[in-house]
């Protein structure tokens, strides 16, 4: 019903930015809130940034300041850039969206980043 497809991630260096984007396939509903989560191996899936379809945007504190998160609503695509990378910020991205209140995810990309 829903499908997410992320791109962008791979190797950057600490210091460096990262652009990700996710584009969602809605079969059925309305994209109330897309976003990223993170998740390294040993430890819980973290919200790392959320916009609603209203604009609203919450981001982890670990990289409120240095990201950005935003959307184009029209081409039901979520982005993700985030500066000053630092090698805590390695970990598999994962897009979110919510469309009639059930949360879908997508794959994941993985990001590495290098000291």
């Known amino acids: 019903q829903v499908q997410l497809v992320e791109s962008g991630g791979g190797l950057v260096q600490a210091g460096g930015s990262l652009n990700l984007s996710c584009v969602a396939s809605?079969?059925?509903?309305?994209?109330?809130?897309m976003g990223w989560y993170r998740q390294t191996p040993g430890k819980q899936r973290e919200l790392v940034a959320f916009?609603?379809?209203?604009?609203?945007?919450t981001y982890a504190d670990s990289v409120k300041g240095r990201s950005t998160v935003s959307t184009d609503n029209a081409k039901k695509t979520v982005y993700l850039q985030m500066n000053s990378l630092k090698p805590e910020d390695t970990a598999v991205y994962c897009c979110?969206?919510?469309?009639?209140?059930?949360?879908?995810w997508g794959q994941g990309t993985q990001v590495t980043v290098s000291s």
């Open positions: 916009i609603t379809s209203g604009g609203s945007t």
């Open positions: 809605v079969r059925i509903g309305s994209i109330t809130g």
């Open positions: 979110t969206a919510v469309v009639v209140l059930q949360w879908y």
